[in-house]
């Protein structure tokens, strides 16, 4: 599996909450178009998000960056935040099901 992160840091919690709606929308778009596997959102109370999607295979992966790989740049025009990210394969991944539990 093949994963693709980045770290977005906010000023403040409070800018970091009103961001994440549009991170979620616009990733959350992208789960049928781009066949995604998987997508974390996870936010600190620093200001801190953090931003992990999954792919089966690099052909979703390009799709993806292709379609919808400019968000950050869209929301640099809105946000003040610094980013990070890289491309990665997936070592390991735990996630137990509902039912499982």
């Known amino acids: 599996m093949l ?11 409070d800018a970091a909450q009103i961001a994440v709606p549009f991170v979620v929308e616009a990733l959350g778009n992208a789960i049928p178009t781009c066949n995604l596997s ?22 979703e992966l390009k799709n993806f960056e292709k379609k919808h790989g400019g968000f950050l740049d869209t929301m640099k025009k809105t946000f003040l ?12 991944n735990f996630d137990r099901s509902d039912e499982a539990a």
């Open 3 to 13: 994963s693709k992160t980045y770290h977005l840091k906010f000023p403040s919690l």
């Open 38 to 59: 998987g997508l974390n959102v996870l936010i600190s109370k620093e200001g801190d998000v953090s931003i992990n999607v999954f792919f089966p295979a690099i052909g």
């Open 81 to 92: 935040f610094k980013s990070t990210g890289f491309d990665g394969v997936c070592i390991f």
